[in-house]
């Protein structure tokens, strides 16, 4: 199948640094990505839906300026979050559903954020 | 807005058991209903979808638009079954909208 690869897997910054993550569509080209964020013992919670070539759509609650998205190409989205603060330390996850029909969404491994 | 709702955060059974994991959802239109599962230390993956109706690792789900409810099943649960599972709802018959997860339900099954 399909596979979507997150990059890393694991990051641990200070506080008021940024760090970028990101999510690659290895085989198929994605127009759309979505990022959800989760927090421990919950569920996911989509943030944002990125979009090649044009501006991310951001779910309420979620701060555009912080979490930056950047879908430069068909394969590529990253999500950068800037000036981390320690409340940033989640477990954040894309997906990417290639296009013609397909149904089936497709999940990258994760990336463990822990701010200090 | 959609919502989903998976009523058990842990659900034990013994090897053998049956096992069934419930997801409710509210949702005004017409949608596509998943389960999701994620095996220790493994991404999530998709396990079935309603549209297809098929039988993966011996899980079924049935929408029922009554109950709105796409409870998962399995009537012999295997060890390699625990994981967490997660029931997820797509608005519309469009890939490109996102989807909606529930809270998720850790399986443990215990031999």
């Known amino acids: 199948g399909a596979v979507v690869s997150q990059h890393p897997s694991r990051v641990i910054c200070k506080s008021g640094t940024s760090v970028k993550i990101e999510c690659r569509s290895l085989d198929f080209q994605a127009t759309t990505m979505f990022w959800y964020r989760q927090f421990p013992k919950q569920s996911l919670m989509l943030m944002a839906t990125s979009n090649e070539g044009s501006k991310a759509t951001y779910e309420q609650g979620v701060e555009k300026d912080k979490f930056l998205i950047n879908h430069a190409s068909l394969t590529l989205s990253t999500l950068t979050v800037t000036s981390a603060h320690p409340e940033d330390s989640s477990f954040y996850i894309c997906?990417?559903?290639?296009?013609?029909?397909?149904?089936?969404?497709?999940f990258g491994q994760g990336t463990r954020l822990t701010v200090v | 807005a959609q919502r989903v709702t998976q009523p058990e955060k842990l659900l034990s059974v013994f090897k053998g058991a049956p096992v069934e994991l419930k997801c409710n959802y509210s949702?005004?239109?017409?949608?596509?209903l998943f389960w999701y599962v994620q095996y220790s230390r493994q991404r999530l993956q998709l396990l079935l979808r309603h549209i297809s109706r098929e039988s993966i690792k011996g899980f079924t789900a049935d929408l029922n638009k009554g109950e709105t409810s796409f409870h998962l099943k399995k009537p012999f649960a295997q060890e390699e079954d625990s994981a967490m599972y997660y029931c997820?709802?797509?608005?519309?018959?469009?890939?490109?909208?996102?989807?909606?997860f529930g809270g998720g339900t850790r399986l443990m099954v215990k031999p």
């Open positions: 997820a709802l797509r608005p519309g018959n469009n890939a490109g909208n996102m989807l909606t």
């Open positions: 949702y005004s239109g017409s949608p596509e």
């Open positions: 997906s990417a559903t290639p296009p013609a029909g397909a149904v089936e969404a497709f």
